[in-house]
């Protein structure tokens, strides 16, 4: 088992920033991307942004490209999500995943096999 716990989250103005932690421990060697997604109150739950653990390569939803950040410390096991030029829109529950699959797939719907319990971001306008 693989256990994630989201950190960061909080109240911002728009076009502030936030910057999300996830720290992951567990059965962690088996994880090949890291990923955080969103839920806004009344929508289904949506891809943000993706990461390999060993190259780092990033993958990223059209509606966060040039605002946000994916990256990862591997000697921590902690993947992070740098949110600039926030919008009243971004305002969601970000849940950290981790699974067995390229970054490149890990939007599917099942693909990720691990969750956090999410971290709230307000962006208040």
């Known amino acids: 088992q693989v256990q994630l716990v989201e950190s960061g989250g909080g109240l911002v103005q728009a076009g502030g920033s936030l910057r999300l932690s996830c720290a992951a421990s567990?059965?962690?060697?088996?994880?090949?991307?890291m990923g955080w997604f969103r839920q806004a109150p009344g929508k289904e739950r949506e891809f943000v942004a993706a990461?390999?653990?060993?190259?780092?390569?990033?993958y990223y939803a059209d509606s966060v490209k040039g605002r946000f950040t994916i990256s990862r410390d591997n000697a921590k096991n902690t993947v992070y999500l740098q949110m600039n030029g926030l919008k009243p829109e971004d305002t969601a529950v970000y849940y950290c995943?981790?699974?067995?699959?390229?970054?490149?797939?890990?939007?599917?719907?099942?693909?990720?096999?691990?969750w956090g319990k999410g971290a709230l971001v307000t962006v208040a306008s």
């Open positions: 995943a981790a699974g067995l699959v390229p970054p490149s797939i890990a939007a599917l719907r099942g693909a990720m096999n691990y």
């Open positions: 567990g059965r962690t060697f088996n994880i090949y991307t």
């Open positions: 990461i390999s653990w060993s190259e780092g390569t990033t």
